[in-house]
C-alpha cells in the first residue's frame, strides 16, 4: 500500500504561482508512474502531468505545457507541481497519484491505484 499526502494549495490571483508536494509512504511495483490530476465543480478528473519514478520522463497535458512543470526528490520520495501563470480554468481540486498505466494510459485516473485526498487551488481572475 502506498500513502499519498499532498500541500501546497490556496489562493492565487492571475498569472501567479504555486508550488503542490506529494509525499508518498512507500514504493510498490504498482506506483512507478507518479501523476497529478485535477477535477473542477461539475467536470470529469483530468490529468495534468505525469512523471516515472526515479527516471526523467515526463509528459504533461496541452492545457499546460509551458505553464507546469513536475519533478520528483527521489531520496524523499516526494513529486512536486510548479504551476505559473495561472489562470481561472486552473481552478479545481489538485490529486496526487500512484499507479502503473502505461505510457499511452497514463491520462486515465482508472489506471491509478492510489490517490491522496486531494489540494485546492483557486485562481482569482
Known amino acids: 500500500q502506498v500513502q499519498l499526502v499532498e500541500s501546497g494549495g490556496g489562493s492565487v490571483q492571475a498569472g501567479g504561482s504555486l508550488r503542490l508536494s506529494c509525499a508518498a509512504s512507500?514504493?510498490?511495483?504498482?506506483?512507478?508512474?507518479r501523476a497529478w490530476f485535477r477535477q473542477a465543480p461539475g467536470k470529469e478528473r483530468e490529468g495534468v502531468a505525469v512523471i516515472i519514478r526515479g527516471s526523467s520522463y515526463t509528459d504533461y497535458a496541452d492545457s499546460v505545457k509551458g505553464r507546469f512543470t513536475i519533478s520528483q526528490d527521489n531520496a524523499k520520495n516526494t513529486v512536486y507541481l510548479q504551476m505559473n501563470s495561472l489562470k481561472a480554468e486552473d481552478t479545481a481540486m489538485y490529486y496526487c497519484?500512484?499507479?502503473?498505466?502505461?505510457?499511452?494510459?497514463?491520462?486515465?485516473?482508472?489506471?491509478?491505484?492510489?490517490w491522496g485526498q486531494g489540494t485546492q487551488v483557486t485562481v482569482s481572475s
Open positions: 497519484a500512484a499507479g502503473s498505466p502505461g505510457w499511452i494510459k497514463w491520462l486515465a485516473p482508472t489506471e491509478y491505484h492510489y
Open positions: 512507500a514504493d510498490t511495483y504498482d506506483s512507478n508512474y
